[in-house]
């Protein structure tokens, strides 16, 4: 792998409650447990928060990557993402669903620049085969 960019963070506290901030101290934040996770639902975000805002932003920069070497335009588009943290049989696991409009665009026209983008982002691929990733699509 050639490395275009690396982000380095620190993390002190308890794991899930503490602080967390990357090096360059462009982003720091108070981590809190949610209560369904047993915490306090304190004011702080966690990292379930954290991978949907990076997931998404991925995702939508590899969909506005595949529009452009296609000729589409994606003007508009937006995602919602979901991040799920649910027990299994061996222990804790993600589930990530991820909603994506593009406005002026058929039905199918949207799956297919979605479909493309999946196979290209980094996040796709890092969890393709990992956890359960669903996509949907919706013209605006």
Known sequence: ??????????????????????????LDVELSVPSGLGGDDGPGTNPEQLFAVGY?????????????ESG????????DSTVSLGSADDGLTLAVELEVAIP????????????????????SRATRGNIEVTLTTRNG
């Not at 792998?1 to 101290?25: C, F, L, S």
């Not at 998404?56 to 452009?68: D, I, Q, S, Y």
């Open 56 to 68: 998404a932003a991925c995702f939508h920069g590899a969909l506005k990557k595949v529009a452009r």
């Open 104 to 123: 002026g665009k058929t039905q199918e026209e949207a799956q297919k620049l979605v479909e493309a983008a999946h196979q290209v982002c980094p996040y």
């Open 1 to 26: 792998m050639k490395v275009m960019y690396t982000a380095e963070a620190h993390i002190e506290g308890e794991g899930r409650k503490g602080r967390g901030r990357t090096t360059d101290d462009r």
């Open 72 to 79: 589409d335009s994606v003007d508009g588009s937006s995602i």
